[in-house]
T-cell receptor, first 112, second 115 residues
Framework: KNQVEQSPQSLIILEGKNCTLQCNYTVSPFSNLRWYKQDTGRGPVSLTIMTFSENTKSNGRYTATLDADTKQSSLHITASQLSDSASYICVVNSGGSYIPTFGRGTSLIVHP | EAGVTQFPSHSVIEKGQTVTLRCDPI?????LYWYRRVMGKEIKFLLH????????ESGMPNNRFLAERTGGTYSTLKVQPAELEDSGVYFC?????????????FGSGTRLTVV
């Protein structure tokens, strides 16, 4: 069964600090992995997409990594801002289906 | 360009009543998806339209749920009769192309509460 596990479930950090969110998946065959940011009351918005051959991808202060061998991904947020407070969802697409598998998300709160 | 629009944003209904959710995809997007997030769980696929045709409805929980997309434009998702376990956030998403490499644009969701 395809599954995506995220940790931690929730995280509180101070503004300006860095943090790293984790995603482990068992989706097979693997096609790509996306990180989404979901602000309260809004729909998820894609931050990055990574394919099998990509190890690192950045989008501003967000850097995603992928280890396809261990089936792990991380999302690193640098110099956090109050606007980074949101739920971050890891989503994995299988090559055998266009229906993605979602993780439950990590709820990040950035305090001033 | 306008994004994916969902209406209403919130709905509170009593068990046994009927509710209809609406989604307006991005203009020109043939693919329309419905997803649901039950509290504490992950977002899960409900169904997929390509234009007006149901491509995949394997995620629909039961026959109390009916989705339509007449004319291949907006879509509605009707729950009749609603049960307590139907509470959650219902997301609609659309995309121009089909396939794992194409990202969706999500709407802001409809938060449904059945009491």
């Amino acid at each position: 069964k395809n599954q995506v596990e995220q940790s931690p479930q929730s995280l509180i950090i101070l503004e300006g600090k860095n943090c790293t969110l984790q995603c482990n998946y068992t989706v097979s065959p693997f096609s790509n992995l996306r990180w989404y940011k979901q602000d309260t009351g809004r729909g998820p918005v894609s931050l990055t997409i990574m394919t099998f051959s990509e190890n690192t991808k950045s989008n501003g202060r967000y850097t995603a990594t992928l280890d396809a061998d261990t089936k792990q991904s991380s999302l690193h947020i640098t110099a956090s801002q109050l606007s980074d407070s949101a739920s971050y969802i890891c989503v994995v697409n299988s090559g055998g289906s266009y229906i993605p598998t979602f993780g439950r998300g990590t709820s990040l709160i950035v305090h001033p | 360009e306008a994004g994916v629009t969902q209406f209403p944003s919130h709905s509170v209904i009593e068990k046994g009543q009927t509710v209809t959710l609406r989604c307006d995809p991005i203009s020109g997007h043939d693919n329309l998806y419905w997803y649901r997030r039950v509290m504490g769980k992950e977002i899960k696929f409900l169904l997929h339209f390509v234009k007006e045709s149901k491509q995949d409805e394997s995620g629909m929980p039961n026959n109390r749920f009916l989705a339509e997309r007449t004319g291949g434009t907006y879509s509605t998702l009707k729950v009749q009769p609603a049960e307590l376990e139907d509470s959650g956030v219902y997301f609609c998403a659309s995309s121009q192309e089909t396939g794992a490499n194409y990202g969706y644009t999500f709407g802001s969701g409809t938060r449904l509460t059945v009491v």
